[in-house]
């Protein structure tokens, strides 16, 4: 066995933790399961597409940046794909979650999340048809890194992407009133609203940075794997998994969770062959659910 | 022409009827217990590929193919999808609720993936044939075949619903009922609120395991496809619109999904151009998810309340 797991495992788990801070936010702060998140990585992923080609088609010289496989085109494509994640997010509460929220419990929210998730995924498969797409056809060479590990700048600049990400989110979170009125509300909602923080607002705020970062984290998994309308369902799984084994409701949590599913997943791969990835996942939820429950950093409930 | 219709009529109704057995005992797990299960499709293949195993001629270069009798093929679903069921309970019932919604989506997953990838075990994405199907002597005569298929889904649609109602109106439903509504009221009277809601779930998953079974020898041929998560969504949708809680709403569901679901399939077929069917066809699913969507906005209850 060599190392080359841990750079594709680390790459792979930047995208889940991405993907499970809106998770295991939404989760904390709204209070249910949410299975439409999988398709704002997938809607995220498409509209970088559209956006990408579209402005690649209008300037062809655009050309991409040195060893990257990509240019302006696509960073512009990532920042509209962010915007449409907000956008259906915000979207999917008002007209749905929002209405439901105020007359039923949670499960019923978790069922309506369920049939919406497979509402958008086939809308977006109606859309574009169940082919698989690319950002970029062109092969990339892996560059050596030592140790038997070959990476492609394609990675390392998503997992830089990431990282980056993370610290906006953190310095959000930590450092602004809305991140503040965040975490208050996610510890209790109820003293938060005597504290006079408007729970309207940061429940928008919840849906927006979720959206946003899944979104971001379906054009990476674009970049660096490919893009299919399913990508999103199929990161359900890795994402629910990272979110509880970090503990609900933990930032750090979510990211160390998503890192580890990815490390544990490319090691699977390297081992066993790729058909049986997503079993990787469950296992590691299972052992969670059976030996630590709440999760690495979760509070006891 | 009559007996065109009559011929669909029939296939039509057994169908919906074999979906109402998967509905009444998704209805036992969430409308009486409330327990959330999104593994659905998994459990009903459990059943339907426990009894294939067993009950097909035996094939090379694949596990099972004992050709035993058909009976003791649906004996067995019930039992593997039971065990299937306690396995996933024990883990997570005494956790969060929605652990339990998780949980059973990953499940769902493993085996899909499974049916897929493990050939030996499953026969991978082409599934399995030459399933045996119940009076298979009489399959010349098409009619009367579905005839005799409908009555023998309908009878056993009948057994279970008479059982079910049995058990929801004796002291163990009202167990149920009394933990679904004050969990804390009825763990103080004494009752293992845990031990009833695994009871519930075992019970509902070897239903459902039923149901896959019955549909897999009636049409005599599952592969992996089959038992995607269109197909718990489907099932969920037909108990909220037919009312979760209520046997009957659980059947009404079934028959009123299975309907509109048939009826947005063929309207596609025939409104849209041939070779735009296979992407109109995802359409299908907006259709049954709008739906649910606006009968959990304005009928919370569903159509017949409990």
Redesign the interface.
Known sequence: MNLQFVADGLAMGAMIGLGAIGLTLTYSILR??N?VHGEFIAWGAYTGLVVANGLIVLSPKSGSFGPFSFGWALLIGLFAAMLCGVALALLVDKF?FK??RM??N???L???S???S??L???L??FV?SQPAYYSRDIQMAVPLGLGVRVTPDQLLVLALAAGLLVVVHVILTRTHAGRAMRAFSENPLLAEVAGIDGAAVVRMTWALGGALAAASGVMLGITVQIRPTMG?DM??PL??AA?LGGIGSVPGAVMGGLIIGLAEAGGVQLFGG??R??V??LI??AV??VR?NGLFGRR? | MILDIFAYGTFFLATALTYAIVCLGLNLQWGQT?L?N?GVAGFVAIGAYTSALLTTPATPGRFGGYGLPIAVGWILAIVVAAAASWCVGK??LR?????L???T???A??IQ?VA??AEPLTGGPFGIGFIPRPFASLAEQVALYDVLHLLLVAAVLAAVYLVLERLAGSPWGRVLGAIREDEEAAVSLGKDANGFRLQAFVLGGAIMGLAGAIQAHFIGFIAPENYL??L??QV??ML?IGGSGNNRGAILGAILVWGLWSFSGAAIGSLVPADFQA??A?????VV??A??SI??WR?RGLLPE
């Open positions: 249910f399961a299975f749905a209405q439901l007359q039923s949670t499960i019923v978790v069922i309506a369920f049939g919406l497979l509402a995924r086939s809308l498969e109606f048809t369902f359900l799984l629910f998994a509880i058909s049986y997503a079993a996942a469950f939820l299972i659910l059976l429950p409930p | 409330g959330f999104v883990i997570t956790l969060r609720a929605d652990y919604a998780i949980t989506f990953g499940v997953v493993v993936l897929l990838n998560p269109a718990t969504f969920w949708a909220i992407r109109a995802t359409l299908r699913i907006v998810g709008l649910l969507v959990l906005l919370p």
